[in-house]
């Protein structure tokens, strides 16, 4: 499905209206995974505001699409999505790390409503998905999971082990982004340990890649609507390419923005900068 | 190969199929019955008999190639999904290659995956430790919302798979190589998770064992009665968590000795779980536990080892006899205790 100029407006708008959210979020946290959250903005609003199937009263749904944020420490990230889909008040926000909250920074398919399987320790995610993906083709069902990968967490020896059997269960009705942010908590990702030639990488495990900017929308589109009409054997992986903490022109590309608070002085800052984003 | 397709065993059966073969084949008869087990195993399926389920229902299993990780995270995917999953590998890569796999994917999230672990203890006795398991049952009593059960033979294991099934939440069934003999004699004797079985009556010890050693300590227990005029107690505690208090309670209470016999580490497992009971309930009692003194294990035969590590009838003969020569104050009054 083609995206109109009215559609990206309306992203824009929501992606921004997150990003607030996200700000605000880090703050009353007290610290969050912030830089992470922000780099993965565009995938997540599109998803939720385009794509995917979901039914925010009912977020059980049996025919559901799935959606598995692997990269679990972007759970700030994820939660503002839910919140400004309508699955929980966005007050509820405001609890994110603190006491008995049913937010942590890695959130919990148990306790928030709208989260599909819970993440954090990384490498976790596409084995699950994989697993979700082969669940709905065994029992015949349409509906499709989608995992985002942080590129660090590519490091992890799990994702290459789902990987081939992704491939070699022709498990097509798995969509896999990876937000290629390029930095990790010791540094660039080149130089803690580097992944490239990555996209080849994911080739040579017997997945088509589709490399796109994961802040424009057009190109999103395209590859999801290509990722859809796949009627290949193999699963689809849209490699993103993007900016950790897009958006907020102080932490964009700063590896000390992987993990940082912010106070309200400092809130303000980032709200501005987001806003001059459109 | 048996051509057995029903779903009661007898000793007959289990003498004629291994303990691994014997779950392959329930797990086919509940597949028949229930179109949401899926089975997956990584690269064992004919080693744990998983395989027998795959032969069955090829659109059902999934064999992931040795990546034990993918292995139970696929698990937990499926079962997300609304399958119900059965995995099958060795007991060491279960529990120890992918232990937070099984930890974080599936008990964290609280989901219906049963694990069958074979090759648990030093079952696989001339492998040496790599392929030896005498941590499982600790690692996995310490995961919440994990059921753990160590069958005693494959009758016992045929009556676990079922069990399972209906038993909500992840459930880790350990057994052996799959070649012990048995001890059960068919499947009626009222199996229940979370209930020790008592194979002997007894007063003046109580022996509690699982797995391998409950063939064991029912020959030891008779060769007592009959040489020393002891009246032994036997427990199988198939289960291990959640363990059986009031069994434990119960023998404290009516025989005043308790010895424990496993094929795992002594720390952490069957015994742990028997000692932390007595001491919660402040009852003096004279206890024991048998099994691997933290170490890792030579190899050999499995007999071998048991007989080596104290695990055999002989030596547990011996153990009883020992306890049963200390001088213990059993006729303390409990009345005015805590």
Redesign the interface.
């Known amino acids: 499905m083609p995206i109109t100029d009215q559609e990206i407006k309306d992203l824009k708008e929501k992606a921004m209206q997150i990003r607030m959210d996200i700000v605000d979020t880090t703050v009353a946290a007290g610290g969050a995974h912030i830089g992470g959250a922000m780099s993965m903005v565009e995938i997540m609003t599109i998803l939720y505001f385009k794509y995917i199937n979901v039914d925010p009263s009912n977020p059980q749904m049996e025919d559901r699409d799935r959606v598995v944020v692997s990269k679990g420490h972007a759970g700030v990230g994820v939660a503002p999505v839910l919140a400004n889909k309508g699955y929980f008040p966005k007050e509820e926000l405001m609890s994110f790390n603190q006491f008995n909250s049913p937010f942590g920074m890695h959130l919990d398919s148990m306790k928030v409503k709208g989260v599909d399987i819970s993440t954090g320790s990384l490498g976790h995610g596409l084995p699950q998905s994989v697993g979700l993906a082969l669940g709905a083709r065994t029992q015949g069902k349409d509906w499709k999971t989608y995992c985002i990968l942080g590129d660090g967490e590519c490091n992890e020896g799990s994702n290459w082990e789902a990987a081939m059997a992704a491939s070699h269960f022709k498990v097509t009705n798995l969509i896999t982004f990876v937000d290629r942010n390029n930095l990790m908590i010791d540094g660039r990702t080149e130089d803690v340990m580097s992944l490239e030639p990555f996209a080849d990488k994911w080739t040579a495990f017997g997945f088509i890649v589709k490399e796109i900017n994961g802040h424009d929308y057009k190109e999103l589109t395209e590859a999801i609507d290509f990722a859809h009409a796949n009627t290949t054997d193999k699963p689809v992986l849209i490699l993103c390419n993007t900016i950790k903490g897009k958006g907020i022109d102080f932490m964009e590309d700063d590896v000390k923005w992987h993990y940082g608070s912010i106070d309200s002085d400092l809130a303000v800052q980032a709200k501005a900068s987001i806003e001059k984003m459109g | 190969m048996s051509e057995k397709t029903g779903t009661t065993w007898t000793v007959y059966d289990a003498n004629t199929l291994s303990q691994a073969e014997i779950y392959g084949q329930v797990l086919c008869d509940l597949g028949e019955q229930h179109p ?1 087990i ?1 089975g997956l195993s990584a690269d064992l399926a004919k080693s744990t008999k998983i395989g027998m389920f795959g032969d069955k229902f090829p ?2 299993f ?1 064999n ?2 040795i ?1 034990e ?2 292995l ?12 119900t999953p059965f995995v099958s590998t060795m007991a060491a890569f279960v529990t120890m290659r992918a232990a ?2 099984v930890r ?2 599936i008990c ?3 989901l219906d995956v049963k694990i069958i672990a074979t090759h648990g203890g030093t079952s696989f006795g001339a492998a040496g430790s790599t392929h030896h398991c005498t941590e499982d049952l600790s690692i996995t009593r310490a995961f919440p919302n994990m059921t753990v059960l160590v069958p005693a033979d494959g009758i016992e294991t045929a009556n676990a798979v079922k069990a399972s099934l209906d038993y909500p939440g992840p459930v880790y069934i350990r057994i052996g190589r799959g070649f012990e003999p048995t001890y059960y004699k068919d499947e009626e004797y009222g199996f229940e998770i979370g209930k020790a079985v008592e194979i002997n009556p007894g007063t003046d010890i109580t022996i509690i064992c699982c797995g391998v050693t409950v063939l064991q300590a029912a020959g030891a227990a008779k060769i007592l009665q009959e040489t020393d005029g002891l009246s032994v107690r036997v427990l199988n505690m198939h289960t291990i968590k959640p363990i059986d208090r009031e069994a434990i309670l119960k023998a404290v209470e009516e025989t005043r000795r308790i010895v424990t016999f496993e094929d795992h580490n002594i720390h952490g497992g069957l015994g742990s779980a028997v000692a932390d009971v007595i001491a919660e309930s402040g009852k003096g009692c004279a206890f024991e536990k048998v099994g691997i003194p933290d170490c890792f294990c030579i190899v050999g035969y499995p007999e071998d080892l048991y007989s080596h590590y104290g695990l055999d009838s002989n030596a547990m003969i011996d153990k009883v006899r020992e306890i049963m020569g200390k001088d213990f104050e059993e006729d303390e009054n409990w009345d005015d205790e805590v």
Do not use: C
């Open positions: 949401k899926v659109d059902r999934f992931v190639g990546a990780q993918n139970f995270g696929m698990a937990a995917g499926m079962a997300r999904s609304g399958l937070e796999q974080t994917d964290y999230q609280n």
